[in-house]
């Protein structure tokens, strides 16, 4: 655990977008215990995720607009001259923090989103899984042999996943 405030507002900042990502998956998704180390496994997880997508970006457009964003290499080698100024440049805090918020927010927003069921099951039909079955759009399912399994109206679906382990 922290012991100072710069440790404490590190901490916050880092765990943040995890701790919105729990936050979204319980209230979109269903009930279920998870174990305190699978939580927090789930926390940390999505927030180095979304932190590193929302920094790839961020360097991404760092590259396109130079001067609109702060410049990092500066700023780690000469810290305290980037975010004051000295006689000759002015300094950089606003920029700085302007910049350290909305890329935190984007963050945050990003997991948050992550936990939305639609989104999640964009995700789910995408991934490997359709390569077995397919949806009709009157809904039901069916082999790729053209076997049908279900044929009716889908009215809902259970968000816990599959009853029987997949072959």
């Known amino acids: ?4 405030l710069v440790g404490l507002l590190i901490f916050v900042v880092l765990l943040l977008p995890g701790f919105a990502y729990l936050v979204g998956k319980e209230r979109h998704g269903p009930e279920r215990r998870a174990s305190p180390f699978r939580e927090t496994v789930a926390i940390v997880a999505a927030s180095i995720a979304s932190e590193l997508f929302v920094l790839v970006l961020f360097g991404l457009a760092r590259l396109a607009l130079p001067n609109a964003l ?3 290499t500066e700023l780690i080698r000469v810290p305290r001259a980037y975010l004051v ?3 000759g440049k002015p300094g950089h805090l606003v920029m700085v923090g302007a910049s350290g918020l909305v890329a935190l927010a984007a963050a945050t927003a990003l997991a948050y989103a992550a936990s939305v069921t639609t989104i999640r099951a964009l995700v789910c039909r995408l991934s490997g899984h359709i390569l077995t079955t397919r949806q009709f759009r009157r809904g039901g399912l069916s082999l790729r042999s053209g076997r ?3 044929r009716s109206k889908l009215a809902a679906h ?3 996943g599959p009853l029987l382990p997949a072959f």
């Not at 655990?1 to 100072?4: A, G, K, Q, V």
Request: no cysteine; aromatic share 0%.
């Open 148 to 150: 049908t399994l279900v």
């Open 70 to 72: 702060p410049d990092i």
């Open 158 to 160: 259970s968000m816990m």
């Open 85 to 87: 100024g000295t006689q």
């Open 1 to 4: 655990m922290p012991t100072t």
